[in-house]
DNA sequence: TGACACGCCTAACGATATTAGGTATCTTCC
DNA sequence: GGAAGATACCTAATATCGTTAGGCGTGTCA
């Protein structure tokens, strides 16, 4: 029998396919393992478990996410870097629904956070610089601008706007508030 | 053998506090039979399955969440409203961790959205007429208002907020904002 | 007191994650 | 080019979970 030619990486990229198109519900190591065509002991010769797996796309998770901010911080200041880097958070969880959620779970207790998140929160604070927050002050707004936009995102992504109303409206309006908000602290 | 007199209502209780005590995900037809002295088929005389026990849950929870937020709410306006209700929405998370996690499960389709989530939605609406806020506008602020509230929840809940900073200074920066934003809308 | 409803049980099945141990394939070194 | 070792993948087996089917005993009501 040929071999797969599987490879940790191989592994936790299928996982993300497979999480972004079904859900993360929907990845089991027996549906991953059916995916790539081998069984499911096999897969760990690559990863340690669904533990470990969950924690790998998370990792992916955000460091992609943690790209896609900083491209969109790039070269912007002030309300307009804040509106960018919102809408390409938004993006990004609605590209990767499954990626986003794999980013939701908790870290295990002892396990350091993943280098990815301190640059997310590194880019959200360099934007917060231009509206003139620094310290303490700054760390605070920027818990503030990550519930908002982790908040959006989620509820969008479960469905739990119920009305028939503009999501994109609503989005422009959560991110004019919070310009708003920033801009009087 | 004595019966155990159980009831739909019985379990979901019992439901709730293995959920709030061990989390959502330690919520199992053989830990919550365990807990009750049952085996676990017994349970599905009085709920459907595990699905439909984490709806009753959901809906358990929304009920008691808009109880609280109305009270909040009542005989307040405006600022003092707003800072109102989100203490008490925050205070719920905390104090049940594991029915606010069942909230968050997305409606199955056709599953026509909890009456209490509509009471939830019109008593935050009820603080933002305060502000001056209608129509649709005042739908878009709702649903902000809701997500910047229920990202903070969530990312404290699941320890999402790695720095040691005072989360009670991080959601009063929260709430302020809020209010300048919802001020100037 | 009898009949009936039903709460709870045991038995059984399918799906899942996981471990143990075997086999075949690929690589590497002479 | 061929042997030796590493290892990718396999089958077999176990524990846990959700769920269904069917039986038994307890409670209630005529």
Redesign the pocket.
Known sequence: ??????SAQAVTDAAAELADAEGLGAL????LAARLG?????L???VA???DLRARLAARGAAQLAARLQAAAAGRAGPEALAAVAVAYRAFAREHPGAYAALQRAPAPGEQAMPAAEEIVATVLAVLAGYGLAGDEALHATRAVRSALHGFVVLEAQGGFGLPLSLDDSFATLVALLDRGLRGA
Do not use: C, F, N
């Open positions: 029998m040929p071999r797969a030619g599987l089991t190591l027996a549906s081998v069984r499911p002991p096999s760990y010769a690559h478990g669904v533990e």
